[in-house]
Each structure stands twice: as C-alpha cells, then as structure tokens.
C-alpha cells in the first residue's frame, strides 16, 4: 500500500511531535531570501549566502524528493518570575534539554515510522542545521504562519514551538498553507529593543540580539552592548509581546521544559567560570552553541550594561583572557561602568 499523509501524521503524533503538516516539495520562491542576503540582513553568518541553492530546493538535498513533512515541538511552560537580581536571561527554548538531541530522537522515530509503512521510500530527517527553510517548509505544510515578528506561529503554541523537517521521495496528499493571523496587529515591531524588525517578517541580524548573543563569534560592537540589557543568551521580546502566546502553553515537551536553574544563570557565576567548568555544565545544553568565550563575553556585557559598580572587580581579570571578545567585551563593560549608571 502506498504511503499516505495519514500514516505520516499518526507516526509524526506517536514520535511526540505537537504539530504536522505535508508541503509538496516544490522549490521555494527565491525572491524573500535574495532580498535577506541583498540588504546585509544575514551579519556574518555567511552559510546562509553560501547554501542559498540549498536552501531553495528540497530536491538538491534529497534526490527525488517529493514532499516535505513540518514538525513542531512545543517548548514553553508558563511565565516564571523574570531573572533574580544579579542575574541574566536565558532565551525560553534553551531552558530544558537541549532541543537539537530531543528533535533529533523524534524525528529518527518518525522516519522510522515512515520506513515500517514503506520500506523503500527514502528520507531526510533535519532541524535546524540543515540548509532547509523550516519556518517557509511549516507555513507551506499548514502548521502555522510567519509573524510580523519573524517566527513562526501555531495557533494553539503560539511562537513557542522548535521546527523540524522530513523530506521524502514519495507523493503525500498536501496540506493548504497556513493563512496569515497577525492581521492588523504590529506589537512586536516596536517592542524589538534595537529595531531589529525594519519591516514585517524580516529580521536584520545585524540589530538581532539572538544573533549577537548566540550566533556571534567575536566581539560586539558598542551600540548592540549598550542595549543588551540582561540578556545572556538569547532574546525572546518580540516574542513575548504576540497576544497569539498569551495562552499558548499547554502540553509542551516534558524534556524541553525548564530544567532548575536554567531560567537565569547568576552573573556571579558566569563571570568566575572556568572553561573546564563550562563544558561540564553547559556541553549537551543549548546554550552550547555559544561557546565558552561567548557565553562569558555576554555576562561581561550585561554586568557592563547593569550600571551596578559592583562588578568591577569581576571583570578585571578578564581584561587578560586569551579570548580576544571576552577582552574586548571587558574593556567596553569596564569602561561603561566608569561613566555611571545608564540616565533615563
Ligand atoms: C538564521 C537563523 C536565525 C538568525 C536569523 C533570524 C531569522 N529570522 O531568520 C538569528 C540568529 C537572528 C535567529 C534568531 C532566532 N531564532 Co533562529 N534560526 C535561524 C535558522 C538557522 C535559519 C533561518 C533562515 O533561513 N533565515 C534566513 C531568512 C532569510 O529567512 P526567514 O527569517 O525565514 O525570513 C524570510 C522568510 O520567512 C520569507 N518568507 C516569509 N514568508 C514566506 C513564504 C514563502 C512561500 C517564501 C518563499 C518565503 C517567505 O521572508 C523572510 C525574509 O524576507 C533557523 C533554522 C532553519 N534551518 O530554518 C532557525 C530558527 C528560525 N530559529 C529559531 C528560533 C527559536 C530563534 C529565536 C526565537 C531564538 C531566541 N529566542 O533568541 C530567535 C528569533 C528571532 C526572530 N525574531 O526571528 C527557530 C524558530 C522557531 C519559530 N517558532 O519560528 C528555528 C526554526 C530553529 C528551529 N529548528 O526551531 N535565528
Ligand atoms: S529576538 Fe530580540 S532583538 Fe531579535 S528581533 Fe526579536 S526582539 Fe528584536
Ligand atoms: S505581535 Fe502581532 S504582529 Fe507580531 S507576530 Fe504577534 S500577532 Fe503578529
């Protein structure tokens, strides 16, 4: 019996996925990321320019494919109380396990699924690493719509989902993309805090504190670090605004939910951390992606943006690391606390 869209969605609901839908696999309209990549909007994370044809066509990754199957995790728990003072935000999807190894089971028992019903039809499973458009592939596929704000949206998670794709060589009933829902609304535009959002849906990393935070390998320039407020890993503000997460938390992942101690991580800490400490504790998490020196770097900044004098003598040291963003991040904090608390 041939493979049906039905026999892919219970698998993708038996392997834990919260969302699923089938897109056909049929290249992507190139004109949205030429115009990303013609503005500078991608920063310096040049695999976005250099894997465009990828990104575009599901068929240059998976020879014959036919179909794309979306999946989204649900990973939010509920509002907890902001970061304790002296501490620093941690962005929401990396508070549990990190999701890159809980996708990843998943989406192997899904293909596996899929191989029980078809034993020859042929897969490629990936999220987020892959040169796939994940939030295009789930609008495509129907699990929900790009925001104003950049993310993708599902009407019963809101934004707080992390995505998955299955690309296989076999011709699945396709869902109808998802309709647009953000209306009339624009919250998110002016809640971005470095106007990140220059127009709806488009993200300019170049402003992007998730960018700077997490992705960034080096130092970051005066003006982002000025603004990075209490953000050590991440951004969730614009986010945080969309009325469509106002009630969105209902049954995420057990294992992305937060872990204790993972919804702010102690600026105390950060700043004394060892590189041997840092792979004891955060090598597996989400925040990994960081790296030892960005993660320091971005507790040298917002102790820097704190204003709070107190921390001087924690940053000092670091005037001397071996890492040139972890220096340069201590030169900025230190001389930003000489000049005093932000007025306003
Ligand atoms: C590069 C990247 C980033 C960059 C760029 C952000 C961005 N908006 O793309 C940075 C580092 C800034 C980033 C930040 C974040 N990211 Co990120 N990121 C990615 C990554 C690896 C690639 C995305 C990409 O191709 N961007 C390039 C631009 C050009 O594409 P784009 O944003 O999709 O925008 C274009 C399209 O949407 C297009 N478009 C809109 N509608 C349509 C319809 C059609 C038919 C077509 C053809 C095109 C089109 O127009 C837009 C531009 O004009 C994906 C994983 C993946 N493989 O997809 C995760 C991913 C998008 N990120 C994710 C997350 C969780 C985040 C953060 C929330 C993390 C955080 N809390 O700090 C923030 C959110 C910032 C924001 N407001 O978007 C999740 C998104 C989950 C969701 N619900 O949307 C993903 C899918 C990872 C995952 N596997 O779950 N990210
Ligand atoms: S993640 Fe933060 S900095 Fe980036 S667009 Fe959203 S609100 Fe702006
Ligand atoms: S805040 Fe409003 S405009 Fe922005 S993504 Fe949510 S619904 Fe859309």
């Not at 993708?152 to 794709?165: A, D, F, K, N």
Request: proline letters at 7%; aromatic letters at 6%.
């Amino acid at each position: 019996m041939p493979l049906t869209a039905a026999t892919v969605k219970d698998a993708a609901r038996d392997a834990g996925f919260h969302a699923c839908g089938i897109a056909r696999a049929a290249p992507i309209d190139p004109g949205p990321l030429d115009r990303v990549l013609a503005r500078g909007y991608e920063a310096d994370m040049v695999w976005l320019r250099t894997q465009r044809a990828l990104r575009l066509d599901p068929g240059l990754l998976l020879e014959g494919a036919r179909s794309v199957v979306a999946v989204a995790l649900a990973y939010h728990a509920g509002e907890a109380p902001g970061a304790p003072e002296g501490a620093g935000e941690i962005a929401r999807y990396a508070r549990g396990r990190d999701y890159h190894a809980v996708m990843k089971r998943r989406l192997r028992a899904l293909a596996e699924g899929i191989a029980r019903a078809d034993p020859g039809a042929r897969t490629l499973a990936t999220s987020d690493v892959a040169p796939v458009m994940e939030k295009v592939w789930a609008e495509r596929a129907g699990i929900g719509w790009i925001g104003k704000n950049g993310c993708l949206i599902t009407p019963r998670h809101g934004s707080w989902v992390v995505l998955g794709t299955v690309l296989v060589d076999r011709d699945l009933e396709p869902d109808a993309p998802h309709p647009d829902r953000c209306g009339s609304c624009e919250a998110c535009l002016p809640a971005c805090p470095t106007g990140a959002i220059p127009e709806p849906g488009v993200v300019d990393a170049r402003r992007c504190l998730s960018f700077w935070t997490i992705e960034r390998r080096g130092d970051v320039p005066a003006d982002v670090a000025a603004l990075v407020g209490r953000r050590v890993f991440g951004c969730d503000d614009c986010q945080l605004v969309c009325p469509w997460n106002d009630a969105a938390h209902r049954g995420s992942d057990p294992e992305l939910l937060p872990r204790p101690g993972r919804e702010a991580l102690a600026l105390d800490d950060l700043l004394r951390l060892s590189e041997e400490e840092y792979r004891a504790r955060f090598n597996g998490t989400s925040l990994a992606r960081a790296r030892y020196d960005g993660l320091v770097r971005n507790a040298i900044l917002v102790a820097g943006a704190s204003g709070d004098a107190r921390w001087v003598e924690a940053i000092r040291p670091h005037l001397a690391s071996a890492h040139g963003a972890i220096r340069a991040s201590a030169e900025w904090a230190l001389a930003a606390l000489e000049r005093g608390p932000p007025r306003g």
